[in-house]
């Protein structure tokens, strides 16, 4: 399994990103995805997830603003970006997601790519 993100960078507040990740060595269209950031010394925090059947969830904090998307041909996962703060500034991670006998998990993740907002 291989998950490789691309499309960070900087922007200024209020602008527009995509990122995107690029899946391989497995069945792309059988698994729901998800978006995941996290800042310096701060836990996971969970942006954006998309099911098999396309349905999308956000948390609040994005709502309205991020929209995530996918090409099961491409086998490429998406997140549209816009109406950017400084807030948003940190490592985005593509991730497989699963569920466990816990409850939903991730166990694969991309390297991360980074995004910074700064005027």
């Known amino acids: 399994v291989q998950l490789v993100e691309s499309g960070g960078g900087m922007v200024q507040p209020g602008g527009s990103l995509r990122l995107s990740c690029a899946a391989s060595?497995?069945?792309?269209?059988?698994?729901?995805m998800s978006w995941v950031r996290q800042a310096p010394g701060k836990g996971p925090e969970w942006v954006s997830s998309?099911?098999?059947?396309?349905?999308?969830f956000y948390a609040d904090s994005v709502k309205g603003r991020f929209t995530i998307s996918r090409d099961n041909v491409k086998n490429t996962l998406y997140l549209q970006m816009s109406s950017l703060k400084p807030e948003d500034s940190v490592l985005y991670y593509c991730?497989?997601?699963?569920?466990?006998?816990?409850?939903?998990?991730?166990?694969?993740w991309g390297q991360g790519t980074q995004v910074t907002v700064s005027s």
């Open positions: 991730a497989r997601r699963v569920n466990s006998e816990t409850g939903p998990t991730w166990d694969y």
């Open positions: 060595g497995f069945t792309f269209s059988s698994y729901d």
């Open positions: 998309i099911n098999t059947a396309n349905r999308t």
